[in-house]
């Protein structure tokens, strides 16, 4: 399934989608700047060009291999005539491109392959290419700065089972019910928490009562390190049987230290 973002460049929406690995940009909605009745006929009169078929063959020849350079040739021999036309939909049913894709109903138009999208940008305008490309950039660097929290906030996820596993070997009784192991859980889990955060979960819920979710939902990257840090350190404390108060006081020491490196090595740019 194709994933769909919206950008704002110049106070013009512009829709962008990835599939199938590749950033596509609507340029539809970039035609707009030169017609905003009958954006397609801008794009249209882009595709009739030889340079542009020039460049979407060599993208296709490079990018695709199932282009259909046979039957590319005889268009681009044709390209620039006052007879020639080409569509989007007619080029991408005559050669198999993926460069450029035709969407309809919400949300349609046509979509080009990014580094095709900046082409026609500046052939549409060179002053909104360039804040296409920089709100495009910035869109990516969003993404990557979430799925670097997503990728972090699973191994924290990872390491509270080796801590729950702990907490199971060594401080959960025998013959207890589930509901008074989930209690002791509970405790282990705000250990860490008073440890990180200086609250509770509870507490986290009664401060703020409008968010959903729990406190660690709204950690920051660091924070979700030194967390994951933490529950290794704290499994391997409860093996070696130290009490929980005495834990609690190490546990935060080492959140202190911990915090410092991070944001220390935040300012460096070390850490993305």
Partial sequence: ????????????????????????????????QKN???????VKNWMRQKNTLEYLGLWEKLNNPNFKGVEFDPLLAEA????FTMSPTRWVELTDAIGILTKNGAGGGTYAQRDIAFKFASWVSVEFELYLVKEFQRLKSEEQKLLGWTAKRELSKIN????????????????????????IYAEEAD???VALFGMTAKQWREANPDLKGNIRDY??????????????????????????????????????????VLEVNDKRTLLK
């Fill in 219 to 260: 950690a920051t990257i660091n924070e979700l390190i030194c967390l994951s840090n933490m529950e290794n350190i704290n499994a391997v404390l409860i093996n070696d049987g130290i009490p929980q108060g005495e834990r609690l006081k190490k546990l935060n020491q080492i959140a202190i230290q911990q915090m410092q």
């Fill in 160 to 183: 509270y089972r080796i801590h729950t596993d702990a907490i199971k070997s060594h401080i959960v009784p025998a013959e207890v019910t589930s509901a008074q192991a989930s209690i």
């Fill in 80 to 83: 620039g005539s006052n007879s």
């Fill in 1 to 32: 399934m194709a994933k769909k973002t919206d950008i704002i460049v110049k106070d013009v929406v512009i829709k962008t989608m990835t599939k199938g690995n590749i950033d596509y940009i609507c340029i539809t909605d970039i035609a707009r």
């Fill in 191 to 193: 250990v860490l928490n």
């Fill in 36 to 42: 905003t009745t009958e954006p397609k006929d801008v």
